[in-house]
């Protein structure tokens, strides 16, 4: 019954985002004095088809909660003797439920800004809702017609397929659908942009009125791409903690363009600049998030992240993108000229700084968009090739750390115009970290130029990024600045922390028989012996070791090969020892003759900065929207006031 | 992009300015791309047309029945990959993928020692029915038969 519910309230969503469509459109193209009569249908249709999708959701959530074997997608997906946390993530663990969460994640923001945002002219509210249903309605169509999640089997399962062991980890409750806001956050911009550009009122207020949208998909994607990065390193068991895979890139592209857009949407909203650009940014932020969505799902790559392998699916999605894509990019041809230039400003300013961080991230993203489609377009060749981070590291680095540079002193500057000589207290301190970090590389040299240049900018970054504070009374500083403050300081702990991971890395790979011990770096190693262990689904062959620091006190570590019989799959189990400055990672691999065990040991100085630095950007930006979003409360708040004094005035 | 200029200047300038970059970046990424990329090897193009000691590269092939060996030291393994035309030794240093076996397809991705041994840094198998390395999914219906039959 669940399924046919769920299944109902779909096609009742998809029927309210075409009203939602049509009758903003119809709104839109009404002649300035007159309304059309659709008009105010268009909120409540927003709304009900956001409570619509989030009906259907939950529903597919209980079919997986009680293993409900009759439908198709939960005897391919699920298995009973999975726990709960793990069905209940296996609903959005496969290809149909992961676009069901992706279009109800997408209709429950349109139901939010239907309710809450009044800011800006009803016409641009009514196009922007529109294009919010145009989008919908070809995710609604994908599902319905190639994707159903709620298709019933003819005779239902014995017992279900399971779920790739791969995915059975709590990561997966929560990777996904972190990912998924971000992507769909993006979809909100890209409404509010081609609303914006339809009814030609790119001005401050939209900046405004879109920026908390951006601002909370670029916190979930920068959470959602650190968490991944985590569980890559201690799942995969093989050290990294970024491989350039095409599926990372899908979801770093959309960050790229995300952080742009976020930058010069306060251009924007501060100074009425970059008006064109902000829009474009738009488009470009959401078309990587179509292309994320479809480098992912559509099969093209193989990975742990592609369900779909059916080719139908596949054309679906590229048509959706050609679709949107294609159809903003027109929109922007034809409207961009008539958006009236925005306000000058000279090179030394906050906006011209913030112009380089654009363009510098403008051309980081075309170099990871081109490096991750080059493979796909040299098949068409039938050449194979694959590009990795030989190609990905020194060329974005080449953008980044001129970026980084200017990073150092942009937030110093004030907007409009300003000189280097007004903040040349600043500019001496960090030139002169700048210095010291140079000669503390050149001496712990050799090491590689791109670590080097981290390790050189990382300190002098930290400083940078505290330097606003300076002369400030820090109570009374907006919420927003030091957002802005904690997210720089974000990126030079990560930096520091990439840096330090790939310049003093240390490695070894030994067989030993157990009792005997292993040396890496610091650490000492004895294996203790070998034994199987079972878990609900699972059984384990568990390494006992104990791992001493500099001699120092012994913790035992289990690291594990694991073999999963539903389906037959075997995993690599690390162990991790983390301490203030760095973590031991420990694999065990096969037996290798003798009584000798293979073991691979890591030890990484201060690699877990690179994810605290990840952290703090996101709590950066949690900050800065926590403080737009009061700050925009309170401005209703007094806007509420004094139109209701001037009526009493009135009266 | 003083004050001094006419509005339509600055926006002209900023238009450049991002299609320097952009076309810059994308230059400089596709020369990159011709001097980074990995090419995609079997064992009979390889011997035909060997790549230069320092080019990343990836060999794909079936692991020769009979042929897997293990150094003394327990961690490097040395292997023949086949494609039933030519053979190339590889060498292997670290944990093998778990579906990792005699007469299985594998990708390695490495670069080609002067000695003309693979020396491989990372190995792809088979993870399991759904998640196969592309190369290997494409190999031909006659190799497989033909793996099988060495290792029967």
């Known amino acids: 019954m669940a399924a046919e519910l769920g299944l109902a309230a779909m096609w009742l969503a998809a029927a309210l985002a075409a009203l939602?469509?049509?009758a903003g459109a119809m709104a839109m193209n009404a002649r300035a004095d007159g309304t059309s009569e659709l008009a105010p249908l268009v909120r409540p249709a927003a709304v009900l088809q956001g409570l619509l999708a989030a009906f259907a959701f939950l529903s597919l959530i209980y079919l997986f909660a009680v293993t409900d074997l009759s439908v198709k997608l939960v005897a391919l997906n699920s298995h009973s003797a999975k726990p709960l946390i793990f069905k209940v993530a296996g609903a959005w663990g496969n290809h149909e439920g992961s676009m069901l969460l992706w279009v109800t994640v997408m209709s429950t923001a349109g139901a939010l800004i239907a309710l809450v945002e009044r800011r800006l002219p009803e016409k641009t509210m009514q196009a922007t809702l529109a294009a919010q249903g145009f989008v919908a309605l070809g995710f609604y169509a994908f599902l319905l017609f190639s994707s159903n999640p709620f298709e019933r089997l003819p005779t239902p399962a014995l017992e279900g397929n399971g779920?790739?062991?791969?995915?059975?980890?709590?990561?997966?409750?929560?990777h996904p659908p972190t990912l998924y806001f971000g992507y769909v956050g993006l979809s909100v911009a890209f409404s509010f942009a081609v609303g914006a550009l339809l009814t030609r009122q790119v001005t401050p207020d939209f900046a405004r009125a879109m920026r908390p949208w951006i601002l909370g998909a670029w916190i979930f994607l920068t959470v959602g791409i650190t968490a991944g990065s985590y569980w890559a390193y201690y799942e995969l068991g093989w050290g990294g903690w970024w491989f350039w895979d095409p599926v990372e890139n899908a979801s770093l592209?959309?960050?790229?363009?995300?952080?742009?857009?976020?930058?010069?949407?306060?251009?924007?909203?501060?100074?009425?600049?970059?008006?064109?650009?902000?829009?474009?940014?738009?488009?470009?932020a959401f078309s990587m998030s179509m292309v994320g969505t479809f480098l992912v799902r559509s099969g093209i790559l193989t990975s742990v992240h592609a369900f779909a392998v059916d080719p139908e699916r596949g054309t679906f999605i590229l048509a959706l993108l050609a679709i949107y894509i294609g159809g903003a990019l027109a929109v922007f041809a034809f409207r961009a000229g008539t958006v009236a230039e925005g306000e000058r400003f000279s090179i030394t300013s906050r906006e011209g700084a913030l112009v380089v961080n654009n363009v510098m991230l403008s051309a980081i993203l075309a170099i990871v968009l081109v490096g991750t489609l080059?493979?796909?377009?040299?098949?068409?060749?039938?050449?194979?090739?694959?590009?990795?981070?030989?190609?990905?590291?020194?060329?974005?680095?080449?953008f980044f750390f001129p970026m980084v540079a200017v990073l150092l002193v942009g937030p110093l500057l004030r907007w409009r115009r300003d000189s280097l000589a007004r903040i040349r207290p600043s500019l001496v301190i960090v030139g002169l970290l700048l210095l010291v970090g140079i000669m503390v590389a050149l001496l712990l040299s050799p090491i590689g130029i791109l670590p080097g240049l981290g390790l050189v900018f990382a300190p002098a970054l930290a400083v940078a990024s505290v330097l606003p504070l300076r002369g400030r009374s820090l109570r009374r500083l907006p919420l927003a600045t030091w957002g802005m403050v904690v997210a720089h300081l974000g990126i030079a702990v990560a930096l520091f922390g990439m840096a330090s991971e790939s310049a003093f890395s240390e490695e070894r790979l030994v067989a030993v028989q157990v009792g005997q011990t292993a040396e890496v770096g610091p650490w000492k190693v004895r294996l203790d012996g070998i034994q199987p262990v079972a878990g609900p689904n699972w059984t384990a062959l568990q390494g006992r070791m104990f791992a001493s620091y500099q001699g120092g006190r012994e913790i035992e570590i289990d690291p594990q090969s694991r073999s999963f019989w539903v389906p037959p799959q075997q995993t690599t189990e690390s162990a991790l020892v983390t301490r203030w400055n760095g973590q031991l990672y420990a694999v065990v691999g096969n037996e290798a003759g003798d009584g000798k065990w293979q073991l691979r040991l890591w030890w990484k100085p201060f690699v877990t900065f690179i994810w605290y630095g990840g952290l703090l950007i996101a709590l950066g930006g949690l900050l800065a929207l926590v403080g737009r979003v009061i700050a925009d409360l309170k401005r209703r708040h007094a806007?509420?006031?004094?139109?209701?004094?001037?009526?009493?005035?009135?009266? | 992009m003083t004050s001094g200029l006419k509005p339509k200047h600055q926006r002209l300038v900023l238009v450049l300015l991002a299609l320097v970059a952009i076309i810059g970046a994308g230059t400089l990424a596709a020369w990159a791309l011709r001097n980074q990329a990995s090419y995609f090897y079997v064992p009979k193009e390889m011997m035909a047309n060997p790549p230069s000691p320092d080019r990343g590269v990836r060999l794909g092939g079936m692991v020769k029945a009979g042929s897997l060996k293990t150094d003394p030291d327990g961690v490097t393994i040395r292997f023949l990959v086949d494609d039933g035309e030519a053979e190339v030794p590889v060498?292997?240093?670290?944990?093998?993928?778990?579906?990792?076996?005699?007469?299985?397809?594998?990708?390695?991705?490495?670069?080609?020692?002067?000695d003309g041994t693979f020396v491989a840094d990372n190995l792809l198998a088979k993870h399991d029915e759904n998640y196969v390395p592309r190369e290997l999914q494409d190999m031909t219906e006659a190799q497989k038969r033909m793996a099988i039959e060495e290792t029967n």
């Open chain 1, 639 to 651: 806007k509420g006031r004094v139109a209701q004094r001037r009526k009493e005035a009135k009266a």
């Open chain 1, 20 to 22: 939602q469509l049509v």
């Open chain 1, 253 to 284: 592209m959309p960050w790229l363009a995300a952080t742009a857009l976020l930058h010069s949407a306060s251009v924007l909203a501060a100074r009425d600049a970059l008006r064109t650009w902000t829009i474009m940014l738009g488009v470009v």
């Open chain 1, 163 to 174: 779920l790739n062991p791969l995915l059975q980890d709590i990561g997966l409750a929560f």
């Open chain 1, 374 to 398: 080059y493979p796909l377009l040299t098949e068409a060749f039938d050449v194979r090739v694959s590009v990795g981070p030989p190609y990905f590291n020194p060329v974005s680095a080449i």
């Open chain 2, 91 to 114: 060498k292997f240093s670290g944990i093998v993928p778990d579906l990792f076996v005699e007469g299985s397809g594998v990708v390695a991705e490495g670069h080609l020692g002067a």
